[in-house]
């Protein structure tokens, strides 16, 4: 977690031994453009205004609020005042939620926001010892009570169909297994035993994201890990799957709101094209 204090602007990751991505950032002005990823976004202001643009409107986030970004909902981030802000934040797969709610609609927290109690005693577990990986069942437990935080919060969902979550699950490995080749939907839908349309709907409402977006998001995950590792942006492009590095780059940033250079600048590691 060490990290240049004189730096106007900076990321750390905790250490990632488990199943969750920990950040921990200082943003002084201009944080990220408008962008979207595949996964909940949950964290908290430790000072300053977290100004941020949320499904149509503008939000402000002080300390002691639970931030909650839905999967898939567009996002930006800015100081809301010249002495910048700090924050903590987990990145979440929904997968992980579905493993304790059995297949459920993922939670979602109205407004990105919320003051609920229960909401920040979870999140703030997993927010602690930043400076070292989290114990494995230490991991788990807290992630328990996280679902069940969204899942109260959030309130119980009326009026849905009924979800395949076996069969969407079995497809969501499937994208797994074949991430160096093209997947169609009528490769998942033949590899689940569940028809092409139902599959996408179901998939969609478990894991918050289309069947495509999943899949270019894992590759991503796969980008980031190469560039960490000094793997130039052509070459990270290329092994992930993209078609070259402009087709990756352009991924990039709508996904994370920063170019993929000036994200590794954030942490410390600027590379060359």
Request: one cysteine or more.
């Amino acid at each position: 977690m060490a990290h240049d204090k004189n730096a106007t602007d900076w990321i750390c990751r905790a250490p990632y031994a488990g199943k969750l991505e920990r950040i921990e950032a200082f943003i002084a002005g201009y944080g990220y453009a408008l962008h979207r990823h595949d996964t909940y976004a949950i964290g908290t202001t430790l000072s300053g205004v977290q100004s941020f643009q949320y499904r149509g409107q503008e939000r402000h986030s002080l300390p002691g609020t639970t931030m909650v970004l839905h999967p898939d909902e567009a996002h930006d981030g800015q100081a809301g005042t010249a002495d910048g802000f700090q924050y903590r934040k987990i990145y979440v797969e929904p997968a992980l939620i579905q493993q304790i709610l059995g297949g459920k609609p993922l939670p979602f927290i109205r407004n990105g926001m919320s003051l609920d109690p229960r909401l920040a005693a979870a999140t703030r577990a997993l927010l602690q010892g930043m400076e070292r990986p989290l114990d494995a069942l230490e991991e788990d437990d807290a992630l328990f009570d996280l679902a069940q935080a969204l899942n109260a919060v959030a309130g119980v969902p009326t009026g849905r169909k009924s979800l395949d979550y076996r069969a969407a699950e079995t497809a969501r490995q499937f994208i797994h297994d074949t991430l160096d080749r093209p997947v169609t939907l009528d490769d998942m839908a033949q590899h689940s035993g569940r028809d092409r349309w139902s599959l996408s709907r179901d998939f969609r409402q478990l894991f918050g994201t289309s069947p495509y977006r999943y899949l270019i998001m894992r590759r991503l995950d796969l980008v980031r890990t190469l560039l960490m590792q000094g793997q130039s942006l052509a070459s990270a492009a290329l092994i992930a799957g993209f078609v070259d590095q402009s087709h990756m780059t352009g991924h990039f940033t709508n996904t994370w709101g920063l170019p993929p250079l000036r994200w590794l600048k954030l942490q410390g590691r600027p590379r060359s094209g």
